[in-house]
């Protein structure tokens, strides 16, 4: 570390604030720590062992040991907490290739991976954009095309639009989709949210290998039943709960294709998995799913209590 650097000194200990306690440090904090190494000679690692034994960074370690991945919750640009869940997760187990796959990313502006794509990750962010007809900035073919910066819908980060395809995603095409655009079979991260066909997407891939899978799971159905929707191609939400599947189906699901359940966002919207070899390699510990269920927070209320989503009268199917 270059002490006449400022900057250089600045990055160092706000890496080693975001590697323990995965935040920014504060600006009192800073301009403390700053001053000691500059006028003290005190070096990052005593700047570590400070950190690691403060009251914060003890809190941190145990929510770390039991793997409480609701303690990390943060939003960034995820619609809950997922931003903060995922990257205490890497945390952990660490990155290989940073590259990402989602299915359902809307525009990309609130979605489970742009945080990561802002900070050097690649990948690919599908969705059919079925609500905006007209988006300007997509390829009705996703086919690259040059386009003019006036032309280009201004929400729409520059820093995402160049990750966004246009598709639609079914069992029998999903894997002619990560062919088509060269996703490795092997990848750091999945996410699927496409309301209805979300389980049966995920039960198809078999081209690809991701290490962490974040899906979303239907939160209103019991934790004691395994249901899901019945499989049609075309079929889209209908703003009832009968869309998905259960929390249970997932994680039979998950069995099938070597994932264990880690965890549900406090939302009661998306579900963590992790692969069982991560498991093992990091020594993660694994909860029932009773422990890891988390209710709706959101939709209808009944006597007090959130419910999700209208109540179908459609019946979903046993898994």
Request: glycine share 6%; with cysteine.
């Amino acid at each position: 570390m270059n002490l006449d650097n400022k900057e250089d000194i600045i990055k160092q200990i706000s890496n080693l604030y975001q590697k323990i306690l995965l935040r920014e440090p504060d600006k009192q904090g800073l301009d403390y720590f700053f001053a000691k190494i500059v006028n003290e000679n005190f070096s990052l690692e005593e700047l570590q062992s400070h950190l690691l034994n403060s009251p914060e960074g003890k809190g941190w370690q145990k929510k770390r040991e039991e793997f409480e991945i609701n303690y990390f919750e943060r939003k960034i640009f995820s619609q809950h907490g997922e931003d903060g869940i995922l990257d205490f997760i890497f945390s952990v187990i660490d990155t290989t290739n940073k590259f990402l796959f989602e299915v359902g990313c809307d525009d990309g502006r609130q979605c489970n991976t742009r945080y990561f794509l802002e900070n050097g990750w690649k990948g690919i962010l599908i969705d059919n954009f079925s609500y905006k007809r007209n988006f300007p900035w997509i390829d009705p073919v996703s086919k690259p095309k040059k386009i003019s910066q006036k032309s280009q819908e201004p929400s729409i980060p520059s820093t995402i639009s160049p990750f966004l395809k246009k598709e639609t995603v079914t069992m029998e095409n999903i894997n002619k989709i990560l062919a088509k655009y060269s996703v490795p079979p092997k990848i750091d991260l999945l996410s699927i949210d496409i309301d209805y066909n979300t389980f049966w997407i995920w039960k198809a891939i078999e081209v690809c290998t991701p290490r962490v899978v974040i899906i979303e799971y239907n939160s209103s159905i019991s934790i004691s039943e395994s249901k899901v929707v019945k499989y049609l191609p075309e079929a889209e939400y209908d703003w009832t709960n009968y869309f998905g599947a259960s929390l249970l189906a997932f994680v039979k699901l998950g069995k099938e294709k070597g994932y264990s359940l880690v965890g549900c966002d406090s939302a009661g919207s998306n579900a963590f998995f992790i692969s069982d070899d991560e498991i093992k390699k990091n020594k993660i510990k694994t909860k029932s799913i009773e422990e890891l269920y988390r209710t709706p927070q959101f939709g209808d209320v009944l006597d007090g209590v959130m419910k999700g989503w209208p109540i179908s009268n459609k019946i979903m199917d046993e898994y």
